[in-house]
């Protein structure tokens, strides 16, 4: 049974850091693994998207690993903003599954 | 291009009664998914369609069912509802079958058992 872990938990950061979030994954046999983010309360917002063929990702500010034969992945924030706050979830997508999700990293970058 | 609508919002029951929660996908979109999150906790899944048919289901009771229709529109109903079906409730659509593609999901409805 595929299991998702996620560390930190939460994470509270300075404006302008850099800084790093990972995720885990029990079974690496997966299509892909993709990252989102999830304002209080509110739905999930598509960030990166990675193939299992693929290594990384990147939009803007946003860099995000895949190590399949590790279960690993890491997703970067270059220079960290308010507006960043907020909680990302990783998820795996396996044939003939659906989604599987962690519990999510809640980052807090202060002004 | 049209995202993932869901409807309604916020919804407050009482518990012992049904709930319907709706769900439009994306464009081009036919599977949809449906998810429940409870407060603090990463999304479960519940269920998806595809072409109108269910074809996986995550643990959750048979009190939780689905119907997608013809324009590939989706309902969740939970009969007999209870204190802690409470949670916020997303729907998440993905092209043909595989969500090789990746999800989309909207913006959810909260749903409150009292």
């Known amino acids: 049974k595929q299991e998702v872990t996620q560390i930190p938990a939460a994470l509270s950061v300075p404006e302008g850091e850099n800084l790093v979030l990972n995720c885990s994954f029990t079974?690496?046999?997966?299509?892909?693994l993709q990252w989102f983010r999830q304002d209080p309360g509110k739905g999930l917002t598509s960030l990166l998207l990675i193939q299992s063929s693929q290594r990384e990702q990147t939009s803007g500010r946003l860099n995000a690993s895949l190590d399949k034969s590790s279960g690993r992945s890491t997703l970067y924030i270059a220079a960290s903003q308010p507006g960043d706050s907020a909680t990302y979830l990783c998820?795996?997508?396996?044939?003939?599954?659906?989604?599987?999700f962690g519990k999510g990293t809640t980052l807090s970058v202060s002004s | 291009e049209t995202g993932v609508t869901q409807s309604p919002t916020h919804l407050i029951k009482t518990r012992g009664q049904q709930v319907t929660l709706r769900c439009s996908s994306q464009?081009?979109?036919?599977?949809v998914s449906w998810y429940q999150q409870a407060l603090g906790q990463g999304p479960q899944f519940i269920f998806q369609?595809?072409?109108?048919?269910?074809?996986g289901r995550g643990n959750f009771p048979p009190r939780f069912s689905g119907l997608q229709f013809p324009n590939y529109s989706s309902e969740l109903n939970v009969n007999a509802l209870e204190l802690d079906d409470s949670a916020l409730y997303l729907c998440?659509?993905?092209?043909?079958?595989?969500?090789?593609?990746?999800?989309?999901f909207g913006s959810g409805t909260r749903l409150t058992v009292v």
């Open positions: 998820a795996v997508y396996q044939a003939g599954t659906a989604l599987i």
């Open positions: 369609y595809y072409r109108e048919e269910e074809n």
């Open positions: 464009s081009g979109h036919n599977t």
């Open positions: 998440a659509s993905s092209f043909p079958g595989q969500g090789n593609y990746g999800y989309t």
């Open positions: 079974d690496s046999a997966i299509y892909n």
